[in-house]
């Protein structure tokens, strides 16, 4: 009597991004392996933030975009009122690990000159856990 295991079809490379690349890079990988993507100072990862390779030898899902951030580009950010160590420059800095803080008084806003014009594909505001927030409104003006 013969047994047979099958384990599934390997994948090959994952693909990458423009301005990105997938982690781990191997040679090949096994069913079930995960590539996580990262991309270039100057861009932000837009998309899936990881692929997970197949039984059939495939990756699942797409491959996400690296597009250039504002933190790149030249711009300048103004806000009603905020504290003197939050600057509503922090806002647009890259830094996922600084931020701007709006006093309390209504209405809230912020506002960012981009100088040129520029195409925007998406805006990202991420409010961290633990943050009050009342239903903040995203308007975009040319």
Known sequence: MLFFWFTGLECGYPGAPSFGRPHPVKESYRPGDAVSFTCAHGHSLQGPLQRV??????????????????????????????????????????????????????????????RKNQKVRAVAITVPPGIYSQGETVLLFR
């Open 53 to 114: 390779c197949l039984f059939n030898g495939t990756w699942a899902g797409q491959l996400p975009l690296c597009d250039r951030s504002l933190s790149s580009v030249d711009q300048q950010a103004s806000s009603r009122q905020t504290l003197g160590l939050y600057p509503a420059n922090k806002s647009i800095d890259g830094d996922p690990q600084s931020c701007t803080y709006t006093d309390k008084l209504r209405p809230r806003w912020i506002r960012v000159d981009m």
